[in-house]
């Protein structure tokens, strides 16, 4: 860890801090209609176009989410209802905490003020970061932004709203596609990768990798 203490530590929220259990979710809505064979590739393909959405001009985030749904869908032989995407974007903020979040969180909050950079909702937003357990100095959602991650204008909007470098700060993520890359190309001092299990490490893009939110209050010496 680095000197000084970061001015702000900055979070990835749906995956990182929150349970984000879109993936089974979607799986779940179409297990109707598709084979084994078919959810495994829609499941995939999903994740994969998810992001894909998220690199072009920003829209609603029930659009990305129904626009990645229905190429799922096409790309796995699975009929496409639109109902079935707007079901899974309702449940979104009904959707809490790893269990590993709220006591760790609220460790760091006593010392750092916390920020979250997050793709989603704004509208939803707010149900998520209220189950976590912990203040927030700020909340960025793409919607404020005019930006998904991993586009880094959804970083520097943050940046330019916090008044700080990049290099002030400390930003945490279990996902080096959508975060890691475009923190530390924008020169973020301090990466975290909190390795949930949903994507490779990828060393190149984070300073530290933990398992854990408490090593991360250990690894500050908190």
Request: aromatic share 10%.
């Amino acid at each position: 860890m680095t000197a000084p203490a970061p001015r702000f530590i900055t979070f990835d929220m749906y995956g990182t801090l929150t349970d984000f259990a879109i993936g089974p979710a979607a799986r779940e809505a179409v297990e109707d209609i598709a084979t084994p064979d078919q959810l495994d590739v829609f499941a995939h393909r999903f994740a994969c176009y998810q992001l894909d959405e998220a690199m072009g001009d920003w829209r609603p985030y029930d659009e990305v989410i129904s626009r990645a749904f229905e190429r799922a869908c096409v790309s796995s032989g699975i009929e496409f209802r639109p109902e079935d995407p707007a079901e899974v974007f309702a449940r979104i903020p009904g959707w809490g905490p790893h269990p590993d979040v709220p006591e760790p969180l609220a460790e760091l909050a006593e010392h750092v003020p916390l920020v979250i950079i997050s793709n989603a909702a704004t509208g939803q937003a707010a149900q998520n970061v209220a189950r976590l357990g912990a203040e927030f100095h700020a909340v960025f959602t793409a919607e404020m932004s005019g930006a998904y991650k991993p586009r880094l204008r959804a970083f520097e909007f943050a940046y330019e709203q916090l008044g700080c470098r990049p290099q002030e700060t400390m930003h945490i993520s279990s996902s080096p596609r959508y975060d890691l890359q475009s923190a530390t190309d924008l020169g973020v001092r301090d990466t975290v990768y909190l390795n949930r299990g949903t994507e490779p490490s990828a060393p190149f893009y984070h300073a530290h990798e933990v398992t854990s939110l408490t090593e991360v209050v250990d690894l500050l010496g908190f």
